[in-house]
């Protein structure tokens, strides 16, 4: 069973600065990797999917980049809406819904 | 406007069962698959189980093969969950996910509110 490695668990940023976001596959995962935002107390939504195809309302600021097994989610400067946890998922290997540990973002 | 409402979950002892369901509306619930990730207190997401459009493929993880079972019913566009053989580890946020096309190897891009499952005695 592939396995997904994010890093780190936690990063702190200041508002107005940049992130990086790690997510490390078992295995080739082509580019089949979604990455998808979790505010506290709300549902998961989807940010990426194709490694680097924002999904819709999503802005621009969020870039995904990767394939096989390492990917990256950078968000440019960062907003007070943006920390909360980042979690990747592949789709590619079965079982089709392996998540990462997540990674959170949180205020500096 | 894509809405999933998932019901069914409460607390129940271990070893009991539980059926989940999920009321789709807002698109052609037929025309695509469907998953159940869930996300213990505190923790992070959790694959359970996928079933493709037609339902004629399930996909379960590992943790739940033979005690989870998921369907659906294309002609009421409800997705279900049945789980039997409850343990404490299950107790969980579960949440039903829209995938992005007809197969479970595709992004999940609509996800319900979710409903707790609460496994004590």
């Known amino acids: 069973e592939i396995v997904m490695t994010q890093s780190p668990a936690t990063l702190s940023v200041s508002p107005g600065e940049s992130a990086t976001l790690s997510c490390r596959a078992s295995?080739?995962?082509?580019?089949?990797l979604a990455w998808y935002q979790q505010k506290p107390g709300q549902v998961p939504r989807l940010l990426m999917y194709?490694?680097?195809t924002r999904a819709t309302g999503i802005p621009a600021r969020f870039t995904g980049s990767g394939s096989g097994t390492e990917f990256t989610l950078t968000i440019s400067g960062l907003q007070s809406e943006d920390f909360a946890v980042y979690y990747c998922?592949?789709?590619?290997?079965?079982?089709?819904?392996?998540f990462g540990q997540g990674t959170k973002v949180e205020i500096k | 406007e894509v809405q999933l409402l998932e019901s069914g979950g409460g607390l129940v002892q271990p070893g009991g069962s539980l059926r989940l369901s999920c009321a789709a509306s807002?698109?052609?619930?037929?025309?695509?698959?469907m998953s159940w990730v869930r996300q213990a207190p505190g923790k992070g997401l959790e694959w359970v189980s996928g079933i493709s459009a037609d339902g004629a493929s399930t996909y379960p993880a590992e943790y739940v093969r033979g005690r989870f079972t998921i369907s659906r019913d294309n002609s009421k566009s409800t997705l279900y969950l049945q789980m039997n053989s409850l343990r404490a580890e299950d107790t969980a946020v579960y949440y039903c996910a829209k995938v992005a096309g007809t197969s479970c190897y595709r992004e999940a891009d609509y996800w319900g509110q979710g409903t707790l499952v609460t496994v004590s005695s």
């Open positions: 998922q592949q789709y590619n290997n079965w079982p089709p819904g392996t």
């Open positions: 194709g490694a680097s």
């Open positions: 807002g698109f052609t619930f037929r025309d695509y698959a």
């Open positions: 295995q080739s995962v082509s580019s089949n």
